[in-house]
T-cell receptor, first 112, second 116 residues
Framework: LAKTTQPISMDSYEGQEVNITCSHNNIATNDYITWYQQFPSQGPRFIIQGYKTKVTNEVASLFIPADRKSSTLSLPRVSLSDTAVYYCLVGAPNTGRRALTFGSGTRLQVQP | GAGVSQSPSNKVTEKGKDVELRCDPISGHTALYWYRQSLGQGLEFLIYFQGNSAPDKSGLPSDRFSAERTGGSVSTLTIQRTQQEDSAVYLC??????????????FGPGTRLTVT
């Protein structure tokens, strides 16, 4: 199974940029990198997905180096409402369980 | 449009009873997933349905767990002879089948199961 490693927790303050790094040393050629956000008592919510280099949307950026063995989720100017657990997934459709392994995630706590 | 819905939202049952959890995926989504999340833990994959293919049941923890998906839409997760360790939030998600390699799972609100 594709294994991902993330920090267990991170702390930040409102207005700061937060970078959460995920290691995925055995990523396969066809794999994509996907990040989800989960608030308490809710199901996870898709944030961003990428294959290489940089992807940006309205909520986050995803940086993927050339070797693709890691990725960094960047949240600009976080607010209290960004306090959540963030999961990194590696995989692709039709690769079975590889694509469906959510790790323990990174618990981000944003303080005023 | 309507998202993924799950019912019931909460279920309290006695040890040894059977329970059925229901998931209504987003219309048109061919893939459906069940996960389990214990308090403060990450998501544990249970089972995956994709179109008309045989489901991937590799995550089911024991033969007390089973799931079916009727007509490629609604899915039911059944837990027989429930045990206290089955207490968790059961999450359902659905997604489109993607040919480009990208996909996004849409999650329901979950069913909180408590076995007493």
């Amino acid at each position: 199974l594709a294994k991902t490693t993330q920090p267990i927790s991170m702390d930040s303050y409102e207005g700061q940029e937060v970078n959460i790094t995920c290691s995925h040393n055995n990523i396969a050629t066809n794999d994509y990198i996907t990040w989800y956000q989960q608030f308490p008592s809710q199901g996870p919510r898709f944030i961003i997905q990428g294959y290489k280099t940089k992807v940006t949307n309205e909520v986050a950026s995803l940086f993927i180096p050339a070797d693709r063995k890691s990725s960094t989720l960047s949240l600009p100017r976080v607010s209290l409402s960004d306090t959540a657990v963030y999961y990194c997934l590696v995989g692709a459709p039709n690769t079975g369980r590889r694509a469906l392994t959510f790790g323990s995630g990174t618990r981000l706590q944003v303080q005023p | 449009g309507a998202g993924v819905s799950q019912s019931p939202s909460n279920k309290v049952t006695e040890k040894g009873k059977d329970v059925e959890l229901r998931c209504d995926p987003i219309s048109g989504h061919t893939a459906l997933y069940w996960y389990r999340q214990s308090l403060g833990q990450g998501l544990e994959f249970l089972i995956y349905f994709q179109g008309n293919s045989a489901p991937d049941k590799s995550g089911l923890p024991s033969d007390r767990f089973s799931a079916e998906r009727t007509g490629g839409s609604v899915s039911t997760l059944t837990i027989q002879r429930t045990q206290q360790e089955d207490s968790a939030v059961y999450l359902c998600a659905s997604s489109l089948e993607s040919t480009s390699g990208t996909y996004e799972q849409y999650f329901g609100p979950g069913t909180r199961l408590t076995v007493t």
